[in-house]
Protein backbone atom coordinates (compact mmCIF):
# COMPACT_ATOMS: atom_id res chain seq x y z
CA UNK A 1 0.00 0.00 0.00
CA UNK A 2 0.66 3.67 -0.02
CA UNK A 3 2.55 3.14 3.49
CA UNK A 4 5.41 0.78 2.02
CA UNK A 5 6.05 3.26 -0.40
CA UNK A 6 6.42 6.33 1.73
CA UNK A 7 8.26 4.53 3.99
CA UNK A 8 10.86 2.37 2.30
CA UNK A 9 13.37 4.88 1.74
CA UNK A 10 13.90 5.07 5.62
CA UNK A 11 13.33 1.39 6.24
CA UNK A 12 16.14 0.39 3.99
CA UNK A 13 18.54 2.80 5.58
CA UNK A 14 17.64 0.93 9.34
CA UNK A 15 17.72 -2.79 7.56
CA UNK A 16 20.63 -4.99 9.59
CA UNK A 17 21.23 -1.67 11.87
CA UNK A 18 18.39 -1.52 13.98
CA UNK A 19 15.61 -3.73 15.55
CA UNK A 20 12.23 -2.49 13.76
CA UNK A 21 8.75 -3.10 14.73
CA UNK A 22 6.15 -2.16 12.26
CA UNK A 23 2.49 -1.00 14.13
CA UNK A 24 -0.50 -0.23 11.47
CA UNK A 25 -3.18 1.43 13.10
CA UNK A 26 -5.78 0.02 10.87
CA UNK A 27 -6.00 -2.88 8.80
CA UNK A 28 -6.91 -1.18 5.38
CA UNK A 29 -10.17 -2.76 5.19
CA UNK A 30 -11.93 0.32 2.37
CA UNK A 31 -13.12 -1.42 -0.30
CA UNK A 32 -12.56 -4.71 1.86
CA UNK A 33 -9.50 -5.13 1.52
CA UNK A 34 -8.07 -5.54 5.16
CA UNK A 35 -6.58 -9.26 4.66
CA UNK A 36 -4.65 -8.48 1.66
CA UNK A 37 -2.83 -5.66 3.69
CA UNK A 38 -2.48 -7.70 6.68
CA UNK A 39 -0.81 -9.92 4.25
CA UNK A 40 0.96 -6.81 2.65
CA UNK A 41 1.76 -6.02 6.70
CA UNK A 42 3.78 -9.30 7.13
CA UNK A 43 5.16 -9.07 3.66
CA UNK A 44 7.32 -5.87 4.56
CA UNK A 45 7.88 -7.06 7.45
CA UNK A 46 9.86 -9.98 6.15
CA UNK A 47 11.54 -7.96 3.67
CA UNK A 48 12.68 -5.63 6.32
CA UNK A 49 13.39 -7.98 8.77
CA UNK A 50 11.13 -6.23 11.14
CA UNK A 51 11.45 -7.68 14.83
CA UNK A 52 7.31 -7.75 15.07
CA UNK A 53 4.61 -6.44 13.77
CA UNK A 54 1.32 -5.47 14.11
CA UNK A 55 -2.41 -4.41 12.24
CA UNK A 56 -4.47 -3.08 15.10
CA UNK A 57 -8.25 -3.48 14.08
CA UNK A 58 -9.98 -0.97 16.58
CA UNK A 59 -13.17 0.40 15.76
CA UNK A 60 -12.34 4.40 15.91
CA UNK A 61 -9.91 3.64 13.71
CA UNK A 62 -11.35 2.69 10.17
CA UNK A 63 -9.65 3.33 7.04
CA UNK A 64 -11.13 5.89 4.63
CA UNK A 65 -10.81 9.02 2.75
CA UNK A 66 -13.94 10.82 4.58
CA UNK A 67 -12.98 9.79 8.29
CA UNK A 68 -10.51 11.44 10.60
CA UNK A 69 -9.18 9.61 13.40
CA UNK A 70 -9.62 10.25 16.59
CA UNK A 71 -6.23 11.35 18.25
CA UNK A 72 -6.73 9.97 21.49
CA UNK A 73 -7.72 6.88 20.57
CA UNK A 74 -4.28 6.84 18.79
CA UNK A 75 -2.17 8.24 20.94
CA UNK A 76 -3.38 5.28 23.91
CA UNK A 77 -2.53 2.51 21.53
CA UNK A 78 0.84 4.58 20.70
CA UNK A 79 2.11 4.59 24.28
CA UNK A 80 0.68 1.11 25.20
CA UNK A 81 3.20 0.05 22.36
CA UNK A 82 5.73 2.57 23.44
CA UNK A 83 5.65 1.60 26.68
CA UNK A 84 6.32 -2.41 25.55
CA UNK A 85 8.49 -2.09 23.10
CA UNK A 86 10.71 0.66 24.22
CA UNK A 87 11.32 2.25 21.01
CA UNK A 88 14.56 4.69 20.46
CA UNK A 89 12.90 6.28 17.92
CA UNK A 90 8.88 6.06 16.31
CA UNK A 91 8.39 6.96 13.02
CA UNK A 92 5.31 8.38 11.43
CA UNK A 93 3.77 10.22 9.08
CA UNK A 94 4.37 14.34 8.62
CA UNK A 95 0.92 16.65 9.64
CA UNK A 96 -0.14 16.03 5.75
CA UNK A 97 -0.33 12.23 5.80
CA UNK A 98 1.99 12.39 3.48
CA UNK A 99 -0.32 12.09 0.51
CA UNK A 100 -3.38 14.38 2.32
CA UNK A 101 -4.47 11.25 3.69
CA UNK A 102 -7.16 11.93 6.50
CA UNK A 103 -5.92 9.13 8.39
CA UNK A 104 -2.15 9.58 8.16
CA UNK A 105 -2.82 12.90 9.32
CA UNK A 106 -4.71 11.89 12.50
CA UNK A 107 -1.93 9.12 12.80
CA UNK A 108 1.03 12.26 13.34
CA UNK A 109 -1.35 14.24 15.47
CA UNK A 110 -2.05 11.27 18.15
CA UNK A 111 1.73 10.37 17.99
CA UNK A 112 2.61 13.88 19.11
CA UNK A 113 0.29 13.40 22.26
Known amino acids: DDEAMFFTPF ?3 LKDRAHVHLLSLSTGN ?3 LGEVRRKELGASARFFAA ?3 ECVDHEALQDGMDTVW ?3 VIAEI ?3 RIAT ?3 SVVATFDEW ?3 GHPNHSS ?3 GVEL
Open 51 to 53: QSH
Open 85 to 87: LEP
Open 97 to 99: GIS
Open 11 to 13: MLS
Open 30 to 32: YEG
Open 107 to 109: TCR
Open 70 to 72: DVE
Open 78 to 80: VQE
